[in-house]
C-alpha cells in the first residue's frame, strides 16, 4: 500500500524536518508530529475552526482572517537565514488579498520569509531582510477558489523554486543580497517587528517545514501521496 501523506513527510529528509503539523486536532493548539516537539500556540481559535474536511484527512479552517492564527515565539530553522523548505496543503481562498499561510518574522526586527497567499488565483513567495528591503517577491499560479492544493518553496542558500501541485511553477529565484534574521514562526499569519498580522483566512492542513532544500523528485512524491 502506498505511503499516506503523513509516512510521506516523515520519511523524506528526516533529520533536516523541523516541525510537521498535521493540523487535525479536535480543539487546542497544534501539535508537532516531527519529533522536536514544537507545539504552535492556538490563538483565538474556536470549536468550529477545527476538524473540518481536507483532502489528507481533517483540516484547520478557514479561520476569520482577523484575529486567529497560530504561532511559536521561536523560529524553528534558528534565527539565521538557512537552506529550507516549506509545504502546505490549502484550500485556495481568492477573497482577500496578501494573507501569510506560513512565516518565519521577528519579535521587534523586519526580518521575514513567508508564503502567501494573493487574489487573481496567485501565492506570493515574499522575503524582506533585517534592512526593511523586500529581497524577494515572487507571484506564481492560477489558482482555483476552493479547489485544494500543495505548494512549497524551497531555497539551499543561492537558488530558490515555488512548487504547486508537486510541480515547478516558472523560473528559479535568486533572492537579492541581505541578512534575514528571524525568531518566530507562525501559521495563518506573521510576525512583522512584533506585531501579528496578515492573518490567512484559508483551510490548511500539513504543514512542514525543513532545513534543507528538498528535491523536485522529494516535493512532487510528497504532493502525490495526498488523497485528493
Known sequence: MADTISEKILATQAASLKGYWKCDEASGNLADSSGNSNTLTANALDAGDYRT??????????????AEYANRTDSVIGTSLTAHTFFVVFKYNST?????????????????LSLRKMTGGLLRWYWINDANTTIVQEDRGALTNGAWYTAAVTWDGVTGKIYIDGVQSGADVT??????????????????????????????????????????TEILDIHNALRY
Do not use: K
Request: no cysteine; net charge negative; charged share 5%.
Open 96 to 112: 482577500t488579498t496578501n494573507l501569510a499561510m506560513v512565516s518565519l518574522g521577528h519579535s521587534t526586527g523586519n526580518g521575514m
Open 175 to 216: 533572492p537579492a543580497a541581505g541578512t534575514v534574521t528571524i525568531d518566530r514562526t507562525t501559521l495563518w499569519g506573521r510576525v512583522y517587528a512584533g506585531t501579528p498580522g496578515l492573518f490567512s483566512n484559508q483551510a490548511q492542513q500539513h504543514h512542514a517545514i525543513w532545513t534543507t532544500a528538498l528535491t523536485a
Open 53 to 66: 474536511d481536507g483532502p489528507g484527512g481533517y483540516a484547520v479552517g478557514p479561520l476569520d482572517g482577523v
